[in-house]
T-cell receptor, first 113, second 113 residues
């Protein structure tokens, strides 16, 4: 039990649609990171937020965006969905700015058809 | 870290036999190193980590890993595996002062009864 909860657990969307994935962290976890894990691959870093501001981004296009809220919840938004966006999306939170010891949620499985 | 390499995509091992899962990293600066375990349809769980100090780190369920700076390796070992160890194992690295966690492609450990 990591204290990090993601919703929904599974989601099916159509190509071109928009999706919002949610993550709820423990109190005091000021940092949240989002990762994309394609089938058979390791997680890839999308971006990270610290105290509601983005403080790091991986090699993902601008249609991937996020928000972090004061209540330790966060969102990952993906616009104009493509088939290759089908993956497990993981959020990870922690108390320090660099998310050194991150706690992962169970993930949201997104399928784009 | 520029990259993390897990050379073995699958490792079958008989129950109660020893196992080693290999991990090598490349980085131009000092790094933090992690091993995560992922059970089917679940998120990542931190197995053990090297942040500083002793180069040999241990987990509560019998796994250990040794940081070898000269060989840029962080191999995971267990002297006697159990059926319950069947899972996907991911090695990850983070540069000092950097928010991005870089993962390897994972090693699927299968325990044969």
């Amino acid at each position: 039990e990591t204290g990090v909860t993601q919703s929904p657990t599974h989601l099916i969307k159509t190509r071109g649609q928009q999706v919002t994935l949610r993550c709820s962290s423990q109190s005091g976890h000021n940092t949240v990171s989002w990762y994309q894990q394609a089938l058979g691959q390791g997680p890839q870093f999308i971006f990270q937020y610290y105290r509601e501001e983005e403080n790091g981004r991986g090699n993902f296009p601008p249609r991937f965006s996020g928000l972090q809220f004061p209540n330790y919840s966060s969102e990952l938004n993906v616009n104009a969905l493509e088939l290759d966006d089908s993956a497990l999306y993981l959020c990870a939170s922690g108390p320090d700015k660099f998310n050194t010891e991150a706690f992962f949620g169970q993930g949201t499985r997104l399928t784009v058809v | 870290a520029q990259s993390v390499t897990q050379l073995d995509s699958q490792v079958p091992v008989f129950e109660e036999a020893p196992v080693e899962l290999r991990c090598n990293y490349s980085s131009s600066v000092s790094v933090y190193l992690f091993w995560y375990v992922q059970y089917p349809n679940q998120g990542l769980q931190l197995l053990l980590k090297y942040l500083s100090g002793s180069t040999l780190v241990e987990s509560i369920n019998g796994f250990e890993a040794e940081f070898n700076k000269s060989q840029t390796s962080f191999h995971l070992r267990k002297p006697s595996v159990h059926i319950s160890d069947t899972a996907e194992y991911f090695c990850a690295a983070r540069d000092f002062g950097n928010e991005k966690l870089t993962f390897g492609t994972g090693t699927r450990l299968t325990i044969i009864p």
